[in-house]
């Protein structure tokens, strides 16, 4: 059975850094691509950043240069580091797993969030 369960959120003042961890079981971590999402009230679930298997990382515009999207096989955990963070960017954050045979969203965490406020 699939688990992602993710740690790291809270509440940091505008400009400030927080990273997010995923730790995964149940899955051979190292071939899947991961991904963090975000979902802010009435809005929908929307792509911070994935990283594939061969570490390629892919970013929304909104948080390019300020997001970094890491993986770490031998410990089965995806890493969201946020920096500069905007009060635009409270959200509760998702860790996914994506399918290997349609590349989209499969398995999700059950959320962390985080809240940018001074």
């Known amino acids: 059975q699939v688990h992602l369960v993710e740690s790291g959120g809270g509440l940091v003042q505008p400009g400030g850094s927080l990273r997010l961890s995923c730790a995964a079981s149940?899955?051979?971590?190292?071939?899947?691509?991961m991904g963090w999402y975000r979902q802010a009230p009435g809005k929908q679930r929307e792509l911070d950043a994935h990283?594939?298997?061969?570490?390629?990382?892919i970013y929304a515009d909104s948080v390019k240069g300020r997001f970094t999207i890491s993986r770490d096989n031998a410990e089965n955990t995806v890493y969201l580091q946020m920096n500069s963070l905007k009060p635009g960017d409270t959200a509760v954050y998702y860790c996914?797993?994506?399918?290997?045979?349609?590349?989209?969203?499969?398995?999700w965490g059950q959320g962390n969030q985080v809240t940018v406020s001074s």
């Open positions: 996914t797993k994506y399918t290997l045979a349609t590349g989209s969203p499969e398995y």
């Open positions: 149940g899955i051979i971590f190292s071939i899947y691509t």
């Open positions: 990283i594939t298997s061969g570490g390629i990382t």
